[in-house]
């Protein structure tokens, strides 16, 4: 068996106190696993756990040595002005090493600034599967998509670039039970 690229034992997390935890999971290479629970359960807290930006206030989180970590917030930033097109916009995000599907290229030709908010958040989780991470963290993923915009997710996690491990949280069970090898339920 591989060695697995995060190993989280028993890990209680949170800022002020643990909101989440005790939790263990292991995520190996090539692997989508979804995180599931309601609102507020602290499957964004385990990301940013995982991350350094939460505390750990009990167990252990195993890194694979040289593991390169890509993360996508909820609600990722954009300015209202962004005069970039979508295919600057992956060249600064270092997101060259895989072209995006045939699905999203058609955003590469529009402004940042004029697509609407599913396209952009697809843009974005496209730009850290399509970079150097070896695993990629999506933080509720969903927000600001459609029905369409969704199917299209589900299709770029499932034929994504080969080798990445995927980490999704979501409070959409639907979706994750579709788009993810296994499901762990928090809360």
């Known amino acids: 068996m591989t060695k697995a690229l995060f190993k989280i034992e028993e890990?209680?997390?949170?800022?002020?106190?643990?909101v989440i935890g005790p939790m263990s999971f292991t995520l190996q290479r090539s692997e989508v696993v979804g995180i599931w629970g309601p609102n507020g359960s602290g499957k964004s807290?385990?990301?940013?756990a995982l991350t350094g930006s939460a505390r750990v206030f009990g167990g252990r989180i195993e890194r694979s040595p040289g593991m390169k970590l890509a993360y996508q917030q909820?609600?990722?930033?954009?300015?209202?002005?962004?005069?970039?097109?979508?295919?600057?916009?992956l060249r600064?995000?270092?997101?060259?090493?895989?072209?995006?599907?045939?699905?999203?290229?058609?955003l590469l030709d529009?402004?940042?600034?004029?697509?609407?908010?599913?396209q952009f958040q697809l843009l974005c989780i496209w730009a850290c599967l399509a970079g150097d991470a070896d695993v990629v963290l999506l933080d509720e993923p969903t927000n600001n998509l459609d029905p369409a915009n969704m199917t299209?997710?589900?299709?770029?996690?499932?034929?994504g670039p080969a080798g990445r491990s995927v980490l999704v949280v979501s409070h959409e069970h639907d979706f994750l039970a579709t788009a993810c090898s296994r499901v762990l339920e928090v809360g």
Request: aromatic share 4%.
């Open 11 to 18: 890990v209680e997390a949170g800022y002020q106190s643990p």
């Open 45 to 48: 807290t385990i990301l940013r």
């Open 110 to 118: 529009q402004r940042i600034d004029r697509l609407s908010g599913g």
């Open 92 to 106: 600064f995000m270092h997101a060259q090493c895989e072209p995006p599907p045939a699905r999203l290229a058609a």
């Open 74 to 89: 909820q609600h990722p930033v954009r300015l209202p002005v962004m005069p970039i097109r979508g295919s600057e916009f």
């Open 152 to 159: 299209i997710l589900t299709e770029i996690l499932h034929d």
